[in-house]
């Protein structure tokens, strides 16, 4: 590994993200943010659903 991107970054929070997990099927992913939201995204980087969740603390830890 060299820390080459392989993709481009997901655009949607308005804060720093500080935690990113993927979902056990492997198919989406759970991003949490300082600006107190969750997103949803597929593999693509497309918002799932809605795709925002209001969270009341910073978003700090997700998991499925």
Known sequence: LNGTPIGQ???????TVWSVAFAPEGQSIVSGSSDKTLRLWDLNGNPIGQGVIK???MG?????
Do not use: E, L
Not at 9 to 15: E, I, N, V
Not at 60 to 64: L, P, R
């Open 60 to 64: 700090v830890s997700k998991s499925f």
């Open 9 to 15: 970054p997901f655009r949607g929070h308005d804060s």
């Open 55 to 57: 969270c009341c603390g």
